[in-house]
């Protein structure tokens, strides 16, 4: 069954921000019905998923993920993440320029949905944009929270 007549929010977690509008701008692109939320690092991450999980009828989120950041990079947010029981369950695309293999590695065994390179992207990121404009019609979602 196809999910996609729920808005689904994507959290870009993302301190870069040439990167972080490059992204935003391709979704606006595409059309998709997607809200896009940016938090700069996992520290503000973790804060906007909370509240968003707290006060949204129903949850549907995707967050892409970046690796390297400030304050809490993103295979701690991992950690953070998959021990909250509100939010274990999400869905979190890796968007990175790293190429080293335990991040890969430590990133997966953090039961995330993909490992994307950045550089294996164009400049658009409509390759992005396709693919979860794809899962999004394909996978199903549970409605409300997960607990």
């Given amino acids: 069954m196809s999910n996609s007549y729920t ?73 953070e993440l998959r021990s909250d029981p509100s939010l274990k369950y999400a869905v979190v695309f890796v968007l990175t320029t790293s190429r080293d293999e335990n991040d890969l590695k430590e990133s997966y065994a953090r039961n995330i949905a993909g490992y994307i390179l950045k550089t294996h992207i164009s400049a658009n990121f409509q390759e992005v944009t396709q693919m979860l404009n794809n899962y999004c019609d394909l996978v199903d979602f549970p409605q409300g929270n997960i607990e």
């Fill in 7 to 79: 808005r689904t929010t994507v959290f870009l977690v993302e301190n870069d921000d040439v990167e972080a509008e490059r992204v935003t701008r391709a979704f606006v692109k595409s059309g998709a019905p997607y809200t896009i939320e940016r938090a700069w690092d996992g520290l503000e991450a973790l804060e906007k998923l909370r509240d968003f999980v707290r006060n949204a009828a129903i949850p549907r989120f995707i967050i892409l993920l970046d690796l390297k950041m400030p304050r809490m990079n993103g295979i701690e947010f991992l950690d």
